[in-house]
């Protein structure tokens, strides 16, 4: 049975496995580089550490917005002349996007770097915890280039079919993120630049790699030197389509910024550093569900194009019962062990465990249904509604979430702050609830007209 073939055939149930399981892995590694950071500069430097590094988040969502404009934008025309059997003009578009990723990396980190200090006041650094924003974000502004090449080449590796090679990529940067981690934090004492050096070397090898396997003769696509040039027509094509999810991780660095700094004027430093921690951790549990989506996407698209709505909502049934268990057992440990998973990010402060274990508690209450929320903003987007896959999958950390944080606050102080994620989780899901009831109910009057159609024929 051919690769297409067997989404339209084979189990529901074993195609979102096998779609989704390599994902769920590259997802999880890929948030590993924020996570093991904030623990060991925890561990390592304390509180405001980790509240530098929450601070300068933002920035490095900004880094990696454009790292999609441009992979995510590229990989979809490389998987449309694939398809083609256009390889020469595939090789064009990715010469032409390695050239761009370098580019403006270079012009991030050239005005990241001089504009770094009202940047981070901007986002929320107090006078205490600018200095260790500043310096961690100093050096990963220096390495925009290998995080940008790293994660924007990669693409391709998915585009030629080999998806387990794109997540060695990621594995081979957060495996050695881990090692070097607290090697430069804790036997060399470099504090929180020892994790800044060890994100730029983990993203500088990964980023290698990527460019050795383009070049050593085992892809299908090579990179030549003649396809380094720009091409004005290429470049417009590949923004056209990398828009959207520049767009989106563009609002995330936005809203990521305003809460930093709601957290500085309503509970200090001390809140940014607890909320950094609870992001790290809701971070964790979420990432699999975005696995879960990049496998049940092409099974719903197919098989929606195929008018075998039956196995439109089988697969939409699974992708929802899949992601609800994993962030309902991530409410249970929650519940369970809030203190605890605190204070992995940092055992000493005492203050900085009491806030994040009731921020924690308080951030996550509506937990439980976040995973239908996202796996059903997906299926819009996988059944070609962007419209609504775009307002649905913004709803809840932007639309909702933002002014949210912009209102509550401003009566409820510190509780305002954090009862926004809550607030914009509950009301996003009413919202994508509701809208995929009468899309379902649509489905299932379009499967019992196909039924008809069918028995008519054969009569």
């Not at 993120?177 to 470099?190: A, E, G, M, R, S």
């Not at 700094?261 to 309503?266: I, P």
Request: charged content about 15%.
């Amino acid at each position: 049975m051919n690769s297409t073939k067997q989404i339209g055939e084979e189990k529901v149930l074993k195609l979102l496995l096998k779609f989704s399981i390599p994902a769920i892995i590259g997802m999880l590694v890929n948030a590993l580089y924020n996570v093991v950071d904030r623990m060991f500069i925890g561990n390592g430097v304390g509180s405001l550490g980790i509240a530098g590094t929450t601070i300068g988040f933002p920035i490095m969502l900004i880094i990696m917005s454009f790292g999609m404009l441009i992979g995510v934008g590229a990989n979809s025309l490389v998987a449309i002349k694939l398809g083609e059997q256009k390889k020469d003009e595939a090789e064009l578009i990715m010469g032409n996007a390695l050239t761009l990723l370098i580019l403006v990396s270079l012009v991030i980190s050239f005005f990241g770097l001089i504009f770094l200090n009202p940047l981070l006041k901007t986002f929320g650094a107090s006078e205490t915890v600018l200095p260790y924003a500043k310096e961690y974000m100093r050096i990963i502004l220096l390495g925009t280039v290998f995080q940008s090449v790293g994660f924007g080449m990669n693409n391709f590796i998915r585009s030629e079919g080999n998806p387990k090679i794109a997540m060695i990529t990621m594995l081979i940067g957060a495996i050695l993120n881990t090692i070097l981690d607290p090697l430069f934090i804790f036997v060399f004492k470099w504090g929180i630049a020892g994790g800044a050096y060890a994100t730029i070397i983990s993203q500088a090898v990964s980023a290698i790699w990527v460019l050795y396997y383009f070049t050593s003769g085992r892809s299908t696509l090579r990179l030549h030197k003649k396809y380094f040039k720009l091409e004005l027509n290429t470049v417009g094509k590949i923004t056209a389509i990398g828009a959207a999810p520049f767009a989106m991780q563009l609002a995330a660095s936005v809203q990521n910024a305003i809460m930093n700094k709601s957290l500085t004027t309503y509970g200090g430093d001390i809140a940014v550093s607890g909320m950094g921690i609870v992001m790290s951790i809701i971070t964790l549990i979420v990432m699999p569900i975005f696995g879960i989506n990049q496998g049940v996407q092409p099974i719903i698209g197919y098989n929606y194009g195929a008018q075998k709505y039956d196995r439109v909502k089988e697969g939409l049934k699974l992708g929802i019962i899949a992601a609800t268990i994993i962030v309902c057992v991530g409410f249970v440990v929650i519940r369970l062990f809030p203190s605890e998973l605190v204070a992995m990010f940092n055992k000493k402060d005492a203050s900085l465990i009491e806030f994040g274990t009731w921020a924690l508690k308080r951030f996550t209450i509506f937990l439980p249904i976040i995973g239908f929320q996202i796996v059903a903003a997906n299926y819009f987007q996988a059944v070609g509604k962007p419209k609504q896959a775009g307002i649905l999958s913004l709803s809840r950390q932007v639309l909702l979430l933002i002014p949210a944080l912009l209102i509550l606050p401003r009566f409820f102080g510190i509780d305002g702050v954090v009862s926004a994620g809550p607030f914009s989780d509950i009301m996003s899901s009413l919202i994508t609830g509701t809208w995929l009831f009468y899309e379902i109910r649509n489905l299932t009057n379009k499967h019992a007209e196909s039924i008809e159609l069918n028995e008519a024929q054969i009569e």
